[in-house]
Each structure stands twice: as structure tokens, then as C-alpha cells.
């Protein structure tokens, strides 16, 4: 029977630690490397619901992108995330790893995911003079034929099984050749994407004032959302570990995105 320290040891050399930002907190976060793992679950975040999900499945492991312990702990109580998450793991037997920055930045990780799905081609790294391995990759690519605007934006919903998109500084009679992209939150990375020659930039977590510095630069940026731009990068990785080990089950947690779009009238 597998160890935790065996399903560490693949997901360590896909996602290698140190291709971490210095911020992060990746790897094994709660448990014993000496226990059997015969079931793993497989999710963007530490929620309530996976964990129900888990121990329904008799998993063993949770692996997910983002560590739901980011920094000290000086507490463990009830009533709050860390500590709820804690102490439910730990009554369940149940360990927790986390594969952040280091598979957003290794090669066919969370970008690589997002740049093929999206479809581009001759998809290269865009990279600073003075870029480090720890600094988040943001990828470029030729779309699949030229786009106008709206165009764009449908593609974008589509592959991302998005009902809406948001963007700022979008062209609707503009011809897109070129996108950027990068997991998660990355819309502050316009400049660099816009300096290599992209039409546009995907990403998420756009803040207002990112949108009228691209706009008024003419350049566009489209929000993905966090969990969009993400989730398929992840399950790339349980997909991997579950082909580096035939012996070992891996599951996917069935939940969507914590933030929802809701129509109103």
C-alpha cells in the first residue's frame, strides 16, 4: 500500500518546491508521511464540503492548489476556517497537502492548462529581464484564428464554461491575435503581456484600477475568474498522479465555485 510520502514524492516532482513563490506554504500541511494513502480527493480548495466528501470516500488525502494554512498558527479553535479545518481533519484522520505557485509555474502546470484549453498555439513564457523561477509565469500564445472582440470573450465563456466574462478596455471591432494568460490572480501582470506583443490578457481578480490602466493604454484584460482559470489545472495534476500510480484511487471533489453569478431584477 502507498505512503503519503510516496503520493508526496510525485506530486513534489511535477510541482517541484522550489519553483514556489517565497509567500507560499505548498506541500504536505497536516498529517503523517508514514501513513497508507490508498484514496486521495482532489480539489481547487480546503472547503467544509470537500472534507464531508473525503471521509464519505474513505480518502486519505486531500490534495489541493491553494494551502488552506497560508501563515503561523498561534491558535487552533473552533469557529474559524484554519481551525474548524484543523480539528475536523484530525478527528477524521485525514491529511492535507497543497500544491500552490510551484504547479502554477511548473512546466504543464496550472498556465500550461490554462493556455491549452484555451486553445493557443506556439504558446511561449513571457519573461522578464530579471524573472526568477519563484516569480508566477505568465504564458502567451497565438489564438487558433483571429478574433474580434465579442468573439474573444464567447471563446473565453465557452472553454471556461463561464455564463458571463468580464473585461475592461475590450474592443469590439478590434482583431485579437495574441493572448496572454496566467492562473488565478495575474490581471496586474497586463503590462508585461502588452510589452510582448498580446492583444489581451486572462486572468482573474481584476481590481478597478488595473481595468482603467489597461483600458486607457489599450489594452484589454478579461477576468476568468479565480476558480475558472484554475480548477482545470488542478484536476491536470490529479490526472497525473493518478497515471504516475495505477495502484492509487483519485477522486474529485464534486463542488463549484464559492462565488456565483446571480441575475436580478
Not at 73 to 101: N, W
Not at 124 to 133: C, E, H, Q
Amino acid at each position: 500500500m502507498r505512503k503519503i510520502e510516496d503520493i508526496m514524492a510525485v506530486v513534489e516532482s511535477l510541482a517541484p518546491p522550489q519553483l514556489a513563490a517565497d509567500w507560499d506554504n505548498p506541500g504536505l500541511l497536516l498529517g503523517d508521511m508514514t501513513a497508507d494513502c490508498r484514496r486521495v480527493m482532489v480539489a481547487l480548495d480546503l472547503t467544509c464540503p470537500v472534507l464531508e466528501q473525503a471521509a464519505a470516500h474513505d480518502c486519505q488525502l486531500i490534495l489541493t492548489h491553494h494551502p488552506f494554512i497560508f501563515t503561523g498558527q498561534k491558535r487552533v479553535l473552533a469557529g474559524g476556517y484554519e481551525g474548524d479545518l484543523i480539528m475536523a481533519l484530525a478527528r477524521q484522520g485525514i491529511a492535507a497537502a497543497a500544491a500552490h505557485t510551484n504547479w502554477d509555474n511548473a512546466q504543464d502546470g496550472i498556465n500550461w492548462a490554462l493556455a491549452e484549453t484555451l486553445g493557443l498555439q506556439n504558446i511561449t513564457p513571457i519573461l522578464d529581464p530579471n524573472y526568477t523561477a519563484t516569480e508566477i509565469l505568465l504564458l502567451a500564445g497565438q489564438l487558433p484564428k483571429p478574433l474580434l472582440g465579442q468573439a474573444l470573450l464567447n471563446l473565453v465563456c465557452q472553454k471556461l464554461d463561464l455564463p458571463v466574462v468580464r473585461a475592461a478596455g475590450c474592443q469590439p471591432n478590434k482583431i485579437y491575435h495574441k493572448l496572454a494568460v496566467v492562473g488565478g490572480a495575474g490581471l496586474d501582470l497586463w503590462p508585461q503581456a502588452q510589452a510582448a506583443g498580446c492583444d489581451a490578457l486572462l486572468s482573474a481578480d481584476g481590481k478597478h484600477h488595473i481595468g482603467l490602466q489597461a483600458a486607457h493604454n489599450g489594452f484589454t484584460v478579461i477576468d476568468g475568474t479565480h476558480f475558472a482559470t484554475e480548477i482545470i489545472g488542478i484536476k491536470r495534476l490529479g490526472a497525473k498522479l493518478a497515471k504516475a500510480l495505477p495502484d492509487l484511487e483519485v477522486l474529485y471533489a464534486e463542488v463549484g465555485d464559492s462565488w456565483q453569478f446571480y441575475s436580478c431584477s
